[in-house]
């Protein structure tokens, strides 16, 4: 006997016994009987027809659910991997543009440095120019204010003017005013070189990749020059090298020193840019990020700032801070 006909099993061995206990009775035909336990057969094999095809169509949902519930599945994992891979592509892309506008951003700040170096030598040859000018309207004024030739007495232009030896002279070896100097009374030049002919040198150096000897050079440039604009860009180039060997809080020391004491210099755009990508590499992600809002505030239409933009959002972090 089946599992269904078990479940039947006793109301069945009840209607047999009431069946016998109506054969007993005489008023009760027999067939009659029989024809009432023929329907109830039939009914039970119906009703467990019917339970089979429900389980049969149960089993048949539950296996189209399970297969619907796999498919989900499977295309959640392959959107997340796709989405994955898109971010990665992103991330990839912004890095490689990042790369492409420092490097730009660097060729722009070799281009200012020689721009700067033209200007000095510029404004050198421009002083020299006006010293001649200055000497030759001085000679002019000379020439004029001597007597005239016959009633002068006549000069030995072949014999040079010997000044007197400073321990002859009074005063504390001093000459008196108007006593021709020759070259050697003269007082000694400064020994250090000019300053653009410094800065080119350690320049150079820094372009070659000799970051120990550039950075020396640079240390020369703002010792011999402190006053000078180009000082600031040498602290910017020994905040550079720093940078690229890994030393980032002596790099946001320098870049400071240009943005402090050197507001003039045109190197305090890039320096607030770079300081602040030396912060967030020494793990102080919200004052990099400060520094880089400084700088959008500070130069708005400055390439600087559009790389600050960037770096910002691609950081998710908006460019005015929310209060």
């Known amino acids: 006997m089946s599992l269904h006909m078990q479940r039947f099993s006793i109301p069945v061995r009840i209607v047999i016994l009431a069946a016998a206990a109506a054969l007993l009775t005489p008023s009760t035909p027999a067939f009659a009987v029989n024809k009432d336990m023929v329907q109830l057969q039939t009914q039970i094999q119906a009703l467990q027809d019917a339970v089979a095809r429900l389980q049969q169509s149960n089993d048949e949902r539950m296996g189209v659910l399970r297969n619907l519930v796999q498919q989900n599945s499977d295309a959640v994992s ?16 912004q890095e490689g543009q990042g790369g492409k506008i420092d490097q730009i951003s660097g060729q722009i700040q070799a281009l200012n440095d020689s721009l700067d170096e033209i200007k000095t030598r510029m404004g050198r040859l421009e002083k020299a120019m ?33 000044a007197p030896a400073p321990s002859d002279l009074p005063g504390g070896g001093k000459p008196p005013a108007g006593t021709p100097m020759t070259a050697d009374a003269l007082p000694a030049a400064s020994a250090a070189p000019p300053a653009d002919e410094m800065f ?71 320096a607030h840019l770079h300081k602040g990508q030396a912060l967030i590499e020494l793990k102080q992600k919200d004052d990099g990020i400060r520094e880089y809002r ?28 929310r209060r």
Request: net charge positive.
């Open 200 to 270: 080119k040198t350690a320049l150079g150096d820094y372009m070659g990749a000799k970051y120990t000897l550039a950075a020396s050079e640079f240390g020369d440039v703002i010792r011999n020059y402190p006053d000078n604009v180009l000082a600031g860009s040498a602290y910017y180039y020994q905040a550079e090298i720093d940078y690229r060997t890994g030393k980032y809080a002596d790099a946001v020391k320098k870049y400071d020193k240009v943005i402090k004491q050197y507001p003039a210099s045109p190197k305090v755009p890039v």
């Open 78 to 93: 392959k959107m997340a991997s796709l989405i994955e891979d898109l971010n990665q592509q992103l991330r990839a892309q």
């Open 130 to 162: 006006q010293d001649i000018q200055n000497q030759q309207q001085t000679m002019s004024a000379n020439i004029q204010a001597q007597p005239a030739a016959g009633n002068a007495p006549a000069l030995d232009s072949s014999a040079p003017s010997a």
């Open 294 to 321: 400084a700088l959008i505030q500070r130069f708005p239409n400055s390439a600087e700032a559009t790389q600050a933009r960037s770096r910002l959002s691609g950081m998710g972090v908006t460019v005015v801070p």
